[in-house]
């Protein structure tokens, strides 16, 4: 434990598994009190049992992210619980249904609505709520989580996730500037090759492949830790990072630097 995020109150989304327990891991161990959601809510249940029993403060709310009610009330208990919001990570991100995948004329608009809906609407929402009780309260620290696939082509990303994590970044963007002033600063990591569950939806055999795939065109060969991910979410909300607004940092092993 540090005394690095001590007296801030941190919100997670997606913060069952992968990407955000690792956030909301870095978080607590930064000494910020931690709310955690997801629509997991055993995983998310455990995960913050997990933190408290390592001595982190951290409660659990489940909400579905792409609901501008649940995103609300959220917010609005993660304030009541611990008293204020001074740092947000907006993890919450997949590809939908027969989204992925390069042929978009072979691709549903239903497929494509989905994803859009949970890998940039969600953002949107929670930025919304999030923002608007950090500015009447001190400012704040969001960082969201693009893609690789938001920055150059992936094939295995599909069109409908490629535009949508290529949207958090211009949506991370037009929020910085705008509340600059008002004391909320916003910016985005862009992870490269990252296992988390979503790369196992088609099994094991498949998931293994791919990342050994997608790791070849990494300029260093191996596959991103979630905890990586989450010290450079924890370092772009940090005081370490005040003087960074606006920014897209990509994690991934020097993919988008080829």
């Not at 990407?19 to 607590?28: D, N, P």
């Not at 923002?131 to 969001?142: S, T």
Request: charged fraction near 20%; proline fraction near 3%.
């Amino acid at each position: 434990m540090t005394d690095r995020f001590e007296g801030k109150v941190a919100l997670v989304t997606a913060a069952a598994a992968g990407i955000g327990a690792a956030t909301a891991r870095a978080f607590a161990e930064g000494g910020a009190r931690v709310m955690l959601s997801d629509i997991d809510v055993q995983g998310g249940e455990a995960m913050a049992e997990s933190l408290r029993a390592s001595g982190a403060q951290a409660d659990f709310t489940p909400a579905d992210a792409t609901s501008e009610e649940e995103v609300a009330w959220l917010v609005a208990r993660t304030v009541e619980m611990f008293g204020g919001l001074h740092l947000a990570a907006n993890v919450v991100g997949d590809s939908v249904g027969d989204a992925n995948g390069p042929d978009m004329h072979l691709k549903s608009v239903e497929g494509w609505d989905a994803t859009f809906a949970i890998s940039i609407r969600s953002a949107f929402i929670s930025m919304k709520h999030e923002i608007a009780h950090m500015i009447g309260h001190g400012g704040g620290a969001i960082a969201n989580v693009s893609s690789l696939a938001g920055m150059v082509y992936v094939p295995e990303s599909g069109a409908a996730y490629s535009s949508a994590k290529a949207g958090i970044i211009q949506l991370t963007r037009f929020a910085a500037v705008t509340y600059a002033d008002r004391g909320v600063r916003v910016n985005c990591i862009a992870p490269g090759v990252t296992p988390t569950r979503a790369y196992y939806k088609r099994g094991p055999e498949a998931a293994a492949q791919q990342i050994a795939r997608m790791v070849d065109r990494q300029a260093i060969k191996r596959a991103i830790e979630t905890s990586e991910q989450a010290a450079a979410i924890a370092w772009l909300c940090s005081d370490d990072a005040a003087m960074i607004t606006g920014h897209n940092l990509p994690v991934d092993g020097g993919w988008s630097a080829r």
